[in-house]
């Protein structure tokens, strides 16, 4: 897998992620990662499980990675790895995760955690039998001046619980709880994207989704 470490991106190979990963408790995935802040939030609240955030977008995380990758004695973080990869084909290699978190997505992430294309799929595919997910969508994003989600409706606790529980269902996740998130819940999410968001309206919408994989 393509690994990033600041400006650079080594290979991982399956063996050396597989050697990893045995040095931990458990797996925590963050697919659309961005700048990696939450995966260094989560780091350091759970030394004991590796931590691993993946984008598309390999910029974002220059300096995210390379601050992590420092000795630990000088702030970095043994238990963090960084991946660039899309979310439609996880690199070789990822396996067993043990928890998965897609936060605030957009793009084509954004309408594969709703359902459309391989995403759910190729996540569901690279996850332990039973892991904890969670989602947690912007609701802005289907709203005025420029909604991004084409057709689809904007998603309430209710509707979520309906129809987008059986189209997780049919990619093999079980959706089992939908809520709005207070401001204590978005703040605690330690996103930068929440961030700036937050800071650009009165309210900020965020609709979390959770439940199992496999
Ligand atoms: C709005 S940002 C959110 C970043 C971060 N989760 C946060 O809350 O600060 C959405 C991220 O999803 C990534 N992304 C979009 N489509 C993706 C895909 N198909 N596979 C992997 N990453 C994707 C983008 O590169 C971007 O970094």
């Not at 954004?110 to 759910?120: E, F, K, Q």
């Amino acid at each position: 897998m393509h690994r990033v470490i600041g400006k650079r991106v080594v290979e991982l190979s399956p063996a050396e992620f597989a050697a990893l990963r045995e040095r931990h408790a458990g797996v925590l995935l963050d697919v659309g990662t961005g700048d990696g802040k939450h995966v260094l939030h989560v780091a350091r609240q759970r030394p004991d499980m590796l931590v691993v955030g993946l984008d598309a977008n390999a910029d974002a995380l220059r300096r995210t990675s390379a601050r992590a990758a420092v000795r630990a004695d000088r702030g970095g973080l043994p238990n963090v790895v960084f991946v660039r990869a899309a979310a439609e084909r996880p690199p070789a290699g990822l396996s067993g995760v043990d928890e998965v978190h897609v936060l605030m997505p957009w793009g084509s992430l954004l309408r594969g955690t709703l359902g459309d294309g391989p995403v759910l799929e190729s996540l569901a595919a690279v996850c332990a039998p039973g892991a904890p997910f969670l989602v947690t969508l912007n609701l802005h994003a289907w709203r005025p001046p420029v909604p991004e989600v084409g057709e689809l409706p904007e998603p309430d606790p209710a509707s979520a619980l309906t129809g987008l529980r059986a189209r997780y269902a049919d990619a093999g996740w079980q959706l089992t709880g939908a809520e709005y998130l207070d401001d204590a819940g978005i703040a605690a999410l330690a996103t930068s994207w929440t961030k700036r968001l937050g800071s650009s309206r009165d309210q900020l919408d965020v609709l979390a989704l959770h439940g199992t994989v496999g």
